[in-house]
């Protein structure tokens, strides 16, 4: 299997693409302010992208879909929770960076709704879509079962978790997904996040200062 990931934009966000093989079929999670990159990522292994996978709505994550989209053809999704979110993205960069976009430069692409404990057959891999609502209402995690691979967004980092200060965060929420959806999985399971390195649930669980007791 192929994961290939990049820091990207100024909040040093990680999209990926995964693959069963380079020069093959891709999909990729998230999509930051920055298509040429994620279009340039996908170049460098010679992958066709079937479908580009958004976390939550966050500008960071999504702020590149659009350009994504039309330099690719691909179908994007998300959860329909965080729709407000993509309303007006421009908004949104502007409240979280003081940035000022051009018009329509962050505009987003249709979205197809991701739904709570469905499965996505994409790329000859198995997605399996976990709702984990706290950092963003509708924020999901991303899970490859068979591979021992969860792509967490925001909702756990190393040593951390997302924030819940935003429009539509909830702490409360986040630790109940935590606890009820995403520790559900076992401690062997990678953990790549939207940013900082990947880790394990077991490390997680024994070391981050957010989940003990859990």
Same mark, same amino acid.
């Given at each position: 299997?192929?994961? %290939?990931?990049r820091? =990207?934009?100024l ?5 990926y693409v995964?693959?069963?093989e380079?020069?093959g079929p ?5 999509a ?5 990159a994620v @279009?340039? =990522?996908?170049? #460098?292994?010679d992958?066709?992208?079937?479908? $580009?996978?958004l ?6 994550? *999504?702020?590149?879909a659009?350009?994504v ?11 329909d929770?965080d729709?407000?979110?993509? #309303?007006?993205?421009?908004a949104? +960069?502007?409240? $979280? ?8 430069e962050f ?6 709704? =991701? %739904?709570?404990? !469905?499965s996505?057959e994409?790329?000859? +891999?198995?997605?399996d @879509? ?8 509708g ?6 079962e ?5 792509? !967490?967004?925001?909702? $756990?980092?190393a040593? !951390?978790?997302g924030?819940?200060? $935003?429009?539509?965060? !909830?702490?409360?929420q +986040?630790?109940d997904? *935590?606890?009820?959806?995403v ?6 399971t ?5 940013? &900082?390195?990947r ?6 669980r024994?070391?981050n200062?957010?989940l #003990? &007791?859990?």
């Amino acid at each position: 299997m192929l994961i %290939e990931s990049r820091e =990207l934009w100024l909040a040093a966000t990680n999209t990926y693409v995964v693959a069963p093989e380079p020069g093959g079929p891709a999909v990729i999670i998230d999509a930051p302010p920055d298509p040429e990159a994620v @279009v340039g =990522l996908l170049g #460098q292994h010679d992958l066709t992208p079937v479908a $580009l996978l958004l976390t939550h709505g966050h500008i960071d994550h *999504m702020g590149g879909a659009g350009g994504v989209v039309t330099a690719t053809g691909v179908e994007a999704y998300l959860h329909d929770g965080d729709d407000f979110l993509v #309303q007006d993205p421009a908004a949104i +960069l502007r409240a $979280l960076f003081g940035i000022v976009a051009a018009p329509g430069e962050f505009d987003p692409p249709p979205f197809r709704s =991701l %739904e709570d404990k !469905s499965s996505l057959e994409l790329a000859g +891999l198995t997605f399996d @879509v976990v709702h984990t609502p706290g950092h963003t209402p509708g924020h999901c995690c991303f899970v490859l079962e068979s591979e021992g691979i969860m792509f !967490s967004g925001d909702q $756990l980092f190393a040593g !951390s978790i997302g924030r819940t200060d $935003l429009p539509g965060g !909830s702490y409360e929420q +986040l630790m109940d997904s *935590m606890r009820d959806r995403v520790l559900a999985y076992p401690d062997e399971t990678d953990v790549l996040p939207g940013h &900082g390195p990947r880790t394990t649930l077991g490390r997680e669980r024994r070391t981050n200062p957010f989940l #003990q &007791g859990m």
